[in-house]
Nanobody, 123 residues
Framework: VQLVESGGGSVQPGGSLRLSCAVS????????AGWYRQVPGRERELVAS???????NYEDSGKGRFTISKDNDKNMVYLQMNTLKPEDTAVYYC??????????????????WGKGTPVTVSS
């Protein structure tokens, strides 16, 4: 199982970015997916999450500006970020709790992280 983020970059305040997370492997079901972010010297924090049924949850600073979504057929998770602020600058990580099929054809539940994609909001 591998999670690969993309879509990060540099943007001016007020701009937008769309982050993507590609979940690959013999995925049976993604139970929970989330976007987290981390800045140096601080703990990684949850930004937004989505369950298998599509229920979403947002950290207060992202409410009204960020939208998490997923494509079950493609095993993709997205984070649309609008009206970005300098304080949104961080490395953004994708996380998933999922069930995968092993090479031995057994179901395995695990928690996985991507390596992160940097987002810089600066004028």
């Amino acid at each position: 199982v591998q999670l690969v983020e993309s879509g990060g970059g540099s943007v001016q305040p007020g701009g937008s970015l769309r982050l993507s997370c590609a979940v690959s492997g013999n995925i049976v079901r993604i139970h929970f997916a989330g976007w987290y972010r981390q800045v140096p010297g601080r703990e990684r924090e949850l930004v937004a999450s989505i369950t298998s049924s599509g229920a979403t949850n947002y950290e207060d600073s992202g409410k009204g500006r960020f939208t998490i979504s997923k494509d079950n057929d493609k095993n993709m998770v997205y984070l649309q970020m609008n009206t970005l602020k300098p304080e949104d600058t961080a490395v953004y990580y994708c996380h998933a709790d999922l069930t995968a099929l092993t090479e031995a054809s057994e179901y395995e539940v695990g928690k996985y992280w991507g390596k992160g994609t940097p987002v810089t909001v600066s004028s």
